[in-house]
């Protein structure tokens, strides 16, 4: 995976699984350090583009119907004997179902375990940039980010959840120590991500916890939503373990259960 950092921004938009002609339904720029939540439509496919070198984005997902329903990274990365997630992975609900598929990610590796930065980490790497003194210059933590977005839906402190890390990489030194690798993720680099529910998705582009910076200078992530072609029986995601096989039947099975008038609704792609 590591060759694809060489890659040109043509080679990295070439890998994508939408149309070079198809237009997005909506864009949306988040800048470094800022924050943002939506409920993103079963068919649609969420496009992350990383706009500076070791970008961060921190995301959660909830079943947008029953946010009792919720990412579970254990599960994620058990059933698919992984420690990180990449272009065939799958995340998983912690009803056995999938919220989104990965299938598209030019940078090959997007942390799984670590978590996010806090408010007391931030002000002791960086320094204290308040939003009295600095209004929208302040320095945000991932943790408060995803909070902030969270009550916006309902959803508070017991619901946050181990969360992924897009476009960072995590690996394990000789000694065991959890290393982040900086500029793992070039500018340009993408993370495509098909939704298999209508899920709410929490995002914040805060610092990785692991980031040793000193400077406070988080990378902006565009987003851009486009329409999902209906899915394969020969779907990299749904055939890259016999486990994806099981849970992509039981997502459809969910929706084919409920009345015709929610399923018509939960196929109209948009946000």
């Not at 598929?101 to 930065?117: H, I, L, Q, R």
Request: negative net charge.
């Amino acid at each position: 995976m590591s060759s694809r950092s060489s890659l040109t921004t043509a080679e990295k938009a070439a890998l994508s699984i939408i149309p070079a002609d198809q237009n997005p339904l909506w864009e949306d720029l988040l800048p470094g350090g800022f924050h943002w939540s939506a409920r993103i439509r079963r068919g649609t496919v969420l496009r992350l583009t990383a706009q500076a070198t070791s970008a961060n984005l921190a995301a959660l997902f909830f079943n947008a119907e029953e946010k009792l329903e919720r990412y579970n990274a254990p599960d994620t990365l058990k059933a698919q004997h992984t420690a990180f997630l990449t272009r065939g992975h799958v995340c998983y609900s912690d009803m056995g179902r999938i919220l989104c598929s990965v299938v598209t990610d030019t940078a090959g590796w997007n942390d799984a375990f670590c978590g996010v930065s806090d408010a007391e980490q931030i002000k002791t790497q960086y320094g204290l940039r308040d939003f009295g003194a600095a209004r929208n210059g302040m320095y945000r933590s991932g943790r408060e980010g995803l909070l902030i977005e969270m009550g916006k839906w309902g959803l508070g402190k017991r619901d946050l959840v181990t969360n992924v890390n897009f476009f960072s990489k995590v690996s394990a030194d000789d000694a065991g120590k959890l290393v982040w690798n900086a500029e793992h993720t070039q500018a340009g680099d993408i993370v495509e991500l098909r939704f298999e529910m209508d899920t709410l998705v929490i995002l914040s582009a805060a610092p990785h916890p692991l980031d040793p910076a000193t400077t406070y200078d988080p990378a902006a992530i565009l987003l851009s939503a486009f329409t999902a072609a209906p899915v394969a029986a020969d779907d990299v995601c749904r055939t890259s373990c016999e486990q994806n096989g099981r849970g992509f039947q039981n997502t459809e099975r969910y929706f084919a259960a409920m009345p015709s008038s929610v399923l018509h609704s939960s196929n109209q792609a948009g946000a």
